[in-house]
């Protein structure tokens, strides 16, 4: 019933490999030899994974793909930081929500989807723990937004780094969360950045996570409520890449 898994490449030459050309290639290498239905893959774009779900059928959940590795300690990629090598993380919050409920550990679709938005709220912003001096390379955006009231008053009380209007339909972070291998952010190795140079992507969407169901066509398809597929099917990923762009989302 996990709804994520965890691909490690470990060495004393990746745990030691700064960020520069070397580290990119070795990242696209190792993106390539994970999705090989994609390869060659590219950079700066996003991927999905596709995770089967049986609940008396089979349905495929979409599942977020990224890469760590030491060296991305205080720089600008700080959050998405792991000791020892590289990593690769593959991760499904709606395959996670649904197998909560199958399994009892949530009453409803509703609370599990709540719960889930509180882990994914609690991770923004919080990327800077492991050194004293850095902050997170991401943040929440603030908004007031009457829908999101009612979610709020649901939810256990949040840490302090969370404030009270924050946004749950879009944060913002010094690079695209959702892509692979993204160029800029692996090539730097300025330690404690100047965020306030950086560039800011404030249009990254955190309403996906909802109740609410998708055309086929729509970029939330099949994050919180699964593609049916047959049993002989289940291990097919059908979601195309899709090119990160520092902008609100135009078919959104």
Known sequence: MAHGFLIM?????LA???PGPSLLAICERIANLYLVEHAPIERDVIYT???PLRDGGVALFKA????FYPSAHRTRNHDRRIPGGLMISVNSPGHWANSLVKRGLSGSLTEAIDRVMETAVRSIGNGGIGHDAMSSCSWHNREDDPRALERRRRLPKLPRYVPDDYSQRVYGALYH?????????TLD???DPDVSACEHWLHLILDYISEAECAPGHVNYALFHGHPIPEEAMFHNPWPPRRAVNAPLADY
């Open 49 to 51: 994974e596709s995770l």
């Open 189 to 191: 190795g300025t330690i």
């Open 177 to 185: 969360t959702d892509v692979l291998v993204p160029t800029e952010v």
């Open 9 to 13: 490449f470990n060495g004393p030459r």
């Open 64 to 67: 977020g793909i990224n890469i």
């Open 16 to 18: 030691f490999l700064k």
